[in-house]
């Protein structure tokens, strides 16, 4: 049977939600219009006042907040409280530019925690599990998120932090933990530690994983259950809305629940802006209706996806999203053509190779080229060079029939490519150093 945290608000009708959501967005656009200068000056050049924001309709005569704009107000321009009732901060690595610096009140980092404990409350936690958090502690959003949420769920939480995997896999092993909570990249390459170390799926103690942070495929889903004999489910969130938990996966494990008594999703045309109707693929855009310190107003978050709000078998009723393709930021144009690493990892697994790969773009000549260096696994490993053409040429042609254009297959020897214990780096676009 499903449970939930949260059930009243979880399961709340789609009446109940729009009630709570214009109630809020009134309320939080007042308050940055008469305490946050920056907000006050972007709704001035776009002429709209408070008073024009009643419904849900009314959202889109708003003006977007960008990363420009938290770049041109870092640090402190975009605070909507004052400092002393400012608790903590997190930040991100910054790999895309300068960091951004969350900020957060107390009731900040109940909310997070709440919606991340209606995240493992989905993926079946109680307080009779054990929740191992291999997401980095520190500034990083995964760890000090999932903690908070499994304390309340009144798990027996497992503080691990990332790295040192051998520690981490006694942990699981003596403590018999059963919830993981880390990114995918990290669950496959504890999986595939375990499995040198001898462990089958049925030795594993674990029943259940909460992954996100980055990017992963179906086909990286399947591979990650079955060898750690669990389900793993998808978890979302970005440091600029609190972290990990703005959306999560039920048991129906198609797409993730958007807590919306927090957090209103728009998807628009990254290009044009305009706001697309349910179901189109765009740049998810959110509202964060309840934030105190970093209210983030229609903030464009340049990942790509699409929202439904279909009848879910698990009875929440909040919206979906579909696990996105990557951020527009992250797409590759290639000779022209739109290439996301997402569509490459789809094909790799189909092939029967793990998720070690690395794609590496430059241009030589003026023209883009394709690199794409995948390991093969211990199985198919072989220094007959025949077999090895043979299989560079069926994966350059599933390639081919996936991105409509032609990439260069480098077959490489098990563990040539480096592990990663965080967000997994995919990609390096020699074009762009
Ligand atoms: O990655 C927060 C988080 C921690 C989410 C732990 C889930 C689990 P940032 O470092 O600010 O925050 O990165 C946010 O990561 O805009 C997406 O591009 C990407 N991302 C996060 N979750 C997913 C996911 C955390 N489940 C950025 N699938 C976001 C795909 C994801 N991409």
């Avoid at 009134?26 to 024009?52: C, F, I, L, S």
């Avoid at 999986?191 to 030795?203: I, S």
């Avoid at 927090?262 to 998807?267: G, K, L, P, Q, V």
């Amino acid at each position: 049977m499903e449970r939930y945290y949260q059930p009243e608000i979880e399961c709340a009708s789609r009446e109940e939600i729009r009630a709570i959501q214009e109630e809020k967005l009134r309320a939080q656009v007042r308050h940055v219009y008469e305490h946050v200068p920056y907000y006050r000056k972007k709704m001035e050049a776009k002429g709209v006042r408070p008073e024009d924001i009643n419904t849900l309709e009314d959202l889109s005569k708003l003006p977007f907040l960008s990363k420009a704009d938290l770049r041109e107000a870092y640090p402190y321009g975009l605070v909507g409280v004052p400092l002393k009732d400012c608790v903590r901060i997190q930040s991100t690595s910054g790999t895309t530019g300068k960091r951004v610096v969350a900020f957060y009140t107390q009731h900040d980092i109940d909310l997070w925690e709440d919606c991340c404990a209606r995240a493992i409350v989905a993926a079946g936690g109680t307080n009779e599990d054990v929740c191992q958090i291999s997401y980095g502690y520190g500034l990083f959003t995964g760890g000090p998120g999932l903690n908070g949420g499994s304390h309340k769920v009144g798990c027996l939480t497992v503080p691990t932090s990332s790295g040192n995997t051998d520690r981490q896999i006694m942990f699981i092993m003596d403590l018999s933990t059963t919830i993981l909570c880390c990114t995918p990249s990290y669950a496959a390459y504890l999986g595939e530690r375990m499995k040198e170390l001898g462990y089958g799926p049925n030795d594993i103690p674990l029943k259940a994983g909460i992954f996100g942070a980055e990017a992963w495929s179906e086909e990286m889903r399947q591979d990650i259950q079955q060898t750690l004999g669990i389900k793993a489910y998808d978890i979302y969130g970005l440091t600029e809305l609190s972290g990990p938990g703005v959306a999560f996966e039920c048991s129906a494990q198609s797409g993730m629940h958007i807590n919306e008594d927090h957090f209103i999703a728009e998807i628009i045309d990254p290009e044009t802006e305009e706001v697309l109707p349910e179901g189109a693929q765009g740049e998810l855009v959110f509202t964060a209706i309840d934030k105190e310190a970093f209210p983030m107003i229609r903030y464009r978050t340049r990942d790509i996806c699409t929202l439904t709000r279909e009848k879910c078998s698990c009875g929440r009723t909040h919206v979906r999203m579909a696990k996105p393709k990557g951020r527009s930021d992250d797409m590759l144009i290639i000779r022209g053509v739109n290439v996301f690493p997402s569509q490459i990892e789809t094909v790799l697994l189909n092939h029967g190779y793990g998720a070690n790969y690395q794609i590496i773009v430059d241009r030589v000549n003026n023209t883009d080229t394709l690199d794409i260096q995948v390991e093969m696994t211990p199985e198919m490993f072989t220094d007959n060079i025949g077999e090895v053409a043979d299989r560079q040429r069926q994966l350059v042609e599933g390639l081919k029939s996936m991105l409509g254009i032609r990439a260069k297959v480098s077959l490489v020897a098990p563990k040539t490519i480096a592990r990663s214990e965080g967000k997994a780096v995919r990609v390096i676009d020699k074009r762009k150093i």
